[in-house]
C-alpha cells in the first residue's frame, strides 16, 4: 500500500493532530483507534495495510493520531475526552468532511461515541469493535479490572513498554494466531516504541482507567453497530469481552445492534479477523446509504422554465442583444423565485430549474414569468410536477424532477402545463386548468394526463 501524505490540522488551540486520508469514494469513514497509534508505522505491516486499503474500499478513510500519540503532538496536562472529541472535530474540518461513519476501536470507540453524541448532524453512523464502557471493577460492573490487574498492566508499561516481551504478551492476548510470527512481533514492538513514550503510555493508562463513558450512551441517537470479537481462550456468552459488549449496547437507547463474532482474535487487524470485521462494516454502510436516501427524499413541487425558439431569437439579436435578453430574463425569473419562495437548483443556457414546497406557488411563479418576460420580446413554457424529491449530490433529483422536465418540454409557448398531481393538490387556491390530454413522457413509464393553467 502507498504511504498517504501525512498532514496536520490544528485544533482550537492551536495543537497540530496528524491525519492521512485514503481513497476518495463515498461516505467519509473515521477511524478511531486505541490511545496508541501511529499512522505512519502501522501500515508497514501488510496486513495492517490490507485492512486500511479494504476500508478505503467502502468510502474515503479519514485516519489521524489523537494528541499525545504518534506523530500529533504531545499532550500536557492529558486530554479528556472532550478535548480529543474537538481535535476529531478540527481533521474533519481539515479535509472537509461533513458527515462521517465512525468506526471505534477499543477506548477509541468511546471517543467515537462522544462525538456522535455531541455532534448527531455530522454523524452518518457509528462502529464500535470490541465495546467497553470503562476498565476499571465496580459493584455495578463487576466483570471490570480490580485494581491490582490495573497495577499489573501499569507496570507492565513502564518496564517493557515497545520490548520484544512487551509486543509478544500483547500479541498472545489479542491476537494469539501470530503471536510467535516475528514479523508481527517486531512490528508490534515498533509500533509501540513510535506511538508514545513509556511514560506517556502509563499516563494514558491510568486516565483510561479512571474514564467510564456510561453515561455518554444513552445520548447517542445514531445508527450503531457493535462488533463484538470473542477471544478463542475465553468463549461463551460468559465471557467479559460478551458481557461488555452487551452492557454497552443496552444503555444504547437509540438503534443499536450487537453482533458477536466467532472465537477467535480480538484485534480486527488479525489476519483470521478482519475480513469478517470488515464484511460487518461494509454492510452497515450500505444500510446506511439505503436508509439516508429514503431519509433524503421529500414531497417538493418542480418547475421548469426555458425561452422559445431561443436560437432563432438569438440570431436575430446578435450576441451582445441576446446576452442582454437573457440577462434581463434571469432577473425577471429569480425575483418571482424569491417572491413565491422557490429555490434556484439549476440554470442551463435560457433554462431554469426550481424547487418549491408548495404546488400553487410553484404555478403562480410560472404564471408571473411567463407574464413578465413578454416585455422582453420573448416567450417562456413551463412545466410543473409534484412528487418525491431526492437530494443527489446536493441537487434535488429522481423520477419526480424527470417527469416535470418531460412536462415542460411538451409545453406551447407562453403555456403552463402540469401534471394531474398538481390539478389535484391545488383545489381551493382559485387556479383553474385545461385538460391537455394525456401523454407519453420520454423515459417515464405510462401514459400522463397533462393540464394547461387558464386562469
Not at 490490507?50 to 478505503?56: K, W
Amino acid at each position: 500500500m502507498q504511504l498517504p501524505d501525512t498532514r496536520y490540522a490544528i485544533t482550537r488551540d492551536g495543537v497540530h493532530i496528524a491525519y492521512q486520508t485514503v481513497g476518495e469514494g463515498t461516505p467519509d469513514i473515521a477511524y478511531v483507534g486505541g490511545y496508541a497509534t501511529h499512522v505512519e508505522v502501522e501500515l508497514e505491516l501488510s496486513w495492517a495495510a490490507r485492512y486500511n486499503r479494504n476500508l478505503a474500499s467502502i468510502g474515503r478513510l479519514i485516519r489521524f493520531d489523537k494528541r499525545g500519540s504518534g506523530l500529533s503532538e504531545r499532550a500536557s496536562p492529558l486530554s479528556d475526552l472532550e478535548t480529543r472529541t474537538d481535535d476529531l472535530r478540527a481533521v474533519l474540518d481539515a479535509v472537509g468532511s461533513e458527515r462521517v461513519v465512525l468506526i471505534g476501536e477499543g477506548e477509541g470507540g468511546a471517543l467515537a461515541s462522544f462525538f456522535a453524541a455531541t455532534y448527531p448532524d455530522r454523524t452518518m453512523g457509528l462502529v464500535w469493535i470490541g465495546p467497553y464502557a470503562r476498565t476499571a471493577w465496580a459493584p455495578d460492573y463487576p466483570w471490570g479490572w480490580p485494581s491490582e490487574e490495573e497495577a499489573r498492566a501499569v507496570e507492565l508499561f513502564r518496564t517493557t513498554w515497545g520490548t520484544h516481551a512487551y509486543a509478544k504478551e500483547l500479541l498472545r492476548g489479542d491476537i494469539s494466531s501470530v503471536a510467535d510470527d516475528e514479523e508481527w512481533v517486531a512490528w508490534a514492538a515498533k509500533y509501540f516504541r513510535y506511538s508514545m513514550s513509556p511514560g506517556e503510555a502509563v499516563r494514558f493508562e491510568q486516565m483510561w482507567y479512571e474514564t467510564d463513558a456510561r453515561a455518554i450512551l444513552p445520548a447517542v441517537s445514531v445508527p450503531t453497530l457493535l462488533i463484538c470479537p470473542v477471544l478463542s481462550h475465553d468463549p461463551g456468552e460468559d465471557s467479559h469481552v460478551v458481557l461488555q459488549a452487551r452492557d454497552v449496547t443496552e444503555r444504547m437507547v437509540g438503534s443499536s445492534r450487537l453482533v458477536i463474532l466467532p472465537p477467535g482474535d480480538w484485534a480486527p487487524v488479525s489476519p483470521g479477523r478482519q475480513d469478517q470485521v470488515v464484511e460487518e462494516i461494509r454492510a452497515f454502510v450500505d444500510e446506511l446509504a439505503t436508509e439516508q436516501l429514503a431519509l433524503d427524499r421529500v414531497l417538493a413541487t418542480v418547475l421548469f422554465t426555458d425561452i422559445v425558439d431561443s436560437t432563432a431569437r438569438a440570431s436575430e439579436l446578435g450576441d451582445r442583444g441576446w446576452g442582454d435578453v437573457v440577462e434581463r430574463h434571469h432577473a425577471i425569473v429569480r425575483s418571482f423565485l424569491s417572491r413565491y419562495r422557490g429555490i434556484e437548483v439549476d440554470t442551463a443556457g435560457d433554462g431554469f430549474f426550481a424547487t418549491f414546497d408548495g404546488p400553487a406557488r410553484a404555478v403562480r411563479c410560472a404564471q408571473s414569468v411567463a407574464d413578465a418576460v413578454r416585455s422582453l420580446g420573448v416567450q417562456v413554457r413551463a412545466g410543473v410536477h409534484t412528487g418525491e424529491v431526492e437530494t443527489i449530490a446536493g441537487k434535488a433529483g429522481g423520477v419526480a424532477v424527470v417527469i416535470g422536465s418531460r412536462i415542460g418540454g411538451l409545453a406551447r409557448p407562453s403555456e403552463v402545463l402540469v401534471s394531474s398531481t398538481v390539478k389535484d393538490l391545488t383545489v381551493g387556491s382559485g387556479l383553474a386548468f385545461e385538460d391537455a390530454g394525456e401523454h407519453e413522457l420520454k423515459g417515464v413509464p405510462d401514459r400522463w394526463r397533462l393540464y394547461r393553467v387558464v386562469a
